[in-house]
């Protein structure tokens, strides 16, 4: 059965077995807890960036009996990539269409009364300094 | 203060404001010819009126604009998007073009669940039909400022949106 490793077991490794530190300095500027926070937040809209960013940056060999060795992906670039799509796909504004049916309909007959072009009606702006 | 800021009022004055609620109003639909003795379908609608309050108190204008108003569960069955939790929260917030939530009505004998205008679709009625036909009513709900005033503001604002075919491109980190 493959190992799952829980988040626990990754906070765990990182600190037993301190990993090559990635050469980008951007990526330790990152704070893990920040890291692991997202990976946990609930927000729904974050699941992809939340799952993309896990496997991207852990790697493990799973066929092994011994405690999983963690190491760090140098991705910075894929840190900036990723929050970027995230940004751009959040919708603003739903642009959303129901149809709805009026309450009630009937069919009348009518008869004309008169038929005339409408007359223009002007109004004009109120006078604010009186005369 | 929430009593501070009511939601609805209930009124039977002759003057027609914006924010009025017309039961049933009946919206004629002429055929595309029209000949002696035709038909002509009237449909009904509960609607709001949109048009500004200046404008019918004195009278300036001759039509006055109307917006439907649905029951936010009835918009449920119709369309999907209003059934997730998500989508009826975008909508609270003003985020779902052409549609605004309004809050539910506790007032007895008016009492009602969340209602939604419709801004897609805009009717018109003559000033001087709506006026006898609110006055057969009796009394009506009204809806009372800000809350008014902010359907003026959503209405204004679906109309005035524009899309851009090219914008700025987004702000990144470099």
């Known amino acids: ?131 | 203060m929430a009593s501070e800021y009511p939601w609805y009022d209930v009124v039977d004055d002759e003057d027609l404001m914006q924010g009025d609620f017309i039961m049933e109003c009946p919206i004629v639909v002429p055929p595309s010819e029209i000949s002696e003795g035709f038909e002509a379908r009237i449909l009904k609608y509960n609607v709001v009126i949109m048009s500004q309050s200046c404008d019918l108190v004195n009278k300036k204008i001759d039509l006055v604009l109307l917006c439907p108003v649905w029951p936010l569960n009835d918009m449920e069955k119709e369309g999907s998007f209003f059934q997730s939790i998500k989508g009826k929260e975008e909508l609270r917030r003003g985020n779902v073009a052409g549609y605004h939530l309004l809050n539910k009505c506790e007032i007895t004998g008016f009492d009602r669940d969340y209602h939604v205008v419709d801004f897609r679709n805009i009717y018109s009625v003559p000033l001087d039909f709506l006026i006898e036909f609110a006055k057969k009513q009796g009394k009506r709900l009204r809806l009372l400022p800000p809350y008014r005033e902010r359907l003026s503001q959503d209405f204004a604002r679906f109309f005035m949106r524009v899309g851009l075919p090219v914008d700025i491109p987004p702000f990144s980190d470099k």
Do not use: W
Not at chain 1, 17 to 41: G, K, M, N, T
Not at chain 1, 52 to 62: A, E, G, H, I, K
Not at chain 1, 72 to 95: G, H, P, Q, R, W
């Open chain 1, 1 to 131: 059965m493959m190992y799952q490793p829980t988040l626990e077991d990754v906070r765990y490794s990182f600190d037993l077995y301190p990993c090559h530190s990635p050469v980008s300095s951007a990526i330790e500027e990152i704070d893990r807890d920040e890291i692991f926070d997202c990976l946990l937040a609930k927000p729904r809209k974050h699941e992809y960036l939340k799952m993309t960013l896990l496997n991207s940056f852990v790697q493990y060999d799973s066929s092994s009996f011994l405690p999983p060795h963690f190491e760090m992906e140098n991705n910075t670039s894929l840190i900036k990539e990723l929050t970027e799509k995230a940004i751009s796909e959040e919708v603003l504004e739903y642009d959303v269409f129901v149809k709805m049916p009026p309450i009630k309909e009937q069919i009348v007959r009518a008869k004309i009364k008169s038929i005339e072009k409408a007359s223009i009606h002007i109004v004009e702006p109120e006078e604010f300094y009186g005369e």
